[in-house]
């Protein structure tokens, strides 16, 4: 079965410092693959999306993330963090609608 | 462009009481609606989805229904809810599943 797994439930790191968010998949083809933004009690956000064409992608508020076929991982990084970037991240599989478990960021001052 | 509304944003319902729910998608034409629900400090749960009007696919059977009246238009029900319905409920659409998703603001429903 094809899926994601978001292996962080939670993430902490100090303002200025680089974000790790690691998601990794397990499909039996090249799969789309997208990271989403969750402030509360909003909906989410599209950060940004991997579709089979440059495997380094670059979304929006500085994210960017890259797929790596050999390690079947999809991780979310940021250089340096920012208060505004505390949120819940989800990672999504294209055709299988279904979502990650989700990483909470913490951005500590 | 392309925006989705979904209201209300909050709601405080009764056990027993119906529920309505209503999703509406403005500038585009046959997109894919789906509804999810985020229960406290979870995950999204995929609650339904639909390709076309009249046409609802159900992910997991229990006190909720969907329909889709019309093209742009995706209603959430339940005849009589339960404690456990609580949550927050997301409507989402895409053109494609490929292409990601655009999703509403959220209702945030609290059952008592």
């Known amino acids: 079965a094809q899926s994601v797994t978001q292996l962080d439930s939670h993430v902490s790191v100090s303002e200025g410092t680089p974000v790790l968010l690691r998601c990794n998949y397990s499909?039996?083809?090249?799969?789309?693959l997208f990271w989403y933004v969750q402030h509360p009690n909003k909906g989410l956000q599209l950060l940004l999306k991997y579709t089979s064409a440059a495997t380094l992608v670059k979304g929006i508020n500085g994210f960017e993330a890259e797929f790596k076929k050999s390690e079947t991982s999809f991780h979310l990084t940021k250089p340096s963090a920012h208060m505004s970037d505390a949120a819940e991240y989800f990672c999504a599989y294209n055709n299988d609608m279904r979502f990650g478990a989700g990483t909470r960021l913490t951005v500590k001052p | 462009s392309q925006t989705i509304h979904q209201w209300p944003a909050t709601l405080v319902q009764p056990v027993g009481s119906p529920l309505s729910l209503e999703c509406t998608v403005e500038g585009t034409s046959n997109p894919n609606l789906y509804w999810y629900r985020q229960a406290a400090g979870r995950g999204l749960q995929l609650l339904f989805y639909?390709?076309?009007?009249?046409?609802i696919s159900s992910e997991v059977p229990q006190n909720l229904s969907a329909s889709r009246p019309q093209d742009r238009q995706f209603i959430l029900s339940s005849k009589k809810l339960l404690l456990s319905d609580s949550g927050f409920y997301l409507c989402?659409?895409?053109?494609?599943?490929?292409?990601?998703?655009?999703f509403g603001s959220g209702t945030r429903l609290t059952v008592v």
């Open positions: 499909s039996s083809y090249s799969p789309s």
């Open positions: 639909s390709v076309g009007i009249g046409q």
């Open positions: 989402a659409w895409s053109v494609r599943a490929a292409y990601g998703y655009t």
